[in-house]
């Protein structure tokens, strides 16, 4: 039989030895730089969220502070249209009381104001006035409430619109 060369199997067994510690320096140094990277990534990952965040925070202020100004605006514009309200109210009820009477200008077709007559009841200041039907009276006063409704709609709808583009 043939004799096993001790050397050979000691130098192959060396080889062996090195190859593998080989391998277990160059698993610690990855293993190393895994976790250097993985730490890195996790920084990275946490700065980005936190950017986020604040972005996030910072968009929520801002349509908080929208969303206020717009409801001041809201309550401002239903007050002017309550108050607006009560007033043509007012109006409409001295009106239908005869407590107040409407009545317009008279002019003859060229523009120029007709002579006056002289009134037994009192002074009249300016040319003739002609009294209005108080039926007539309560159309023409829903007719500039409509009018004042919208005015006061479209002032709310700008508000709106200079509130949103601020």
């Given at each position: 039989?043939?004799?096993?060369?001790?050397?050979?199997?000691?130098?192959?067994?060396?080889?062996?030895?090195?190859?593998?510690?080989?391998?277990?320096?160059?698993?610690?140094?990855?293993?190393?730089?895994?976790?250097?990277?993985?730490?890195?990534?996790?920084?990275?990952?946490?700065?980005?969220?936190n950017a986020a965040s604040d972005q996030?925070?910072?968009?929520?202020?801002?349509?908080?502070?929208v969303e206020q100004r717009l409801s001041a605006s809201e309550q401002t514009h239903y007050r002017k249209l309550s108050d607006a309200q009560k007033d043509q109210d007012r109006l409409r009820d001295r009106l239908a009381t005869s407590d107040l009477r409407l009545s317009v200008l008279l002019t003859d077709s060229v523009g120029c104001s007709m002579p006056t007559g002289a009134a037994a009841g009192g002074?009249?200041?300016?040319?003739?006035?002609?009294?209005?039907n108080p039926a007539h009276a309560q159309r023409i006063v829903a007719i500039t409430d409509a009018g004042d409704q919208g005015l006061i709609a479209l002032a709310a709808c700008q508000a709106y619109v200079r509130e949103l583009n601020r």
């Open positions: 039989m043939s004799q096993v060369p001790w050397r050979l199997i000691g130098v192959l067994a060396l080889v062996l030895i090195a190859v593998g510690g080989t391998w277990q320096v160059q698993d610690w140094r990855y293993g190393k730089q895994l976790a250097e990277q993985a730490s890195l990534h996790k920084d990275d990952m946490t700065a980005i969220n996030i925070r910072t968009a929520q202020d801002k349509r908080l502070a002074v009249v200041h300016g040319g003739a006035r002609a009294r209005l």
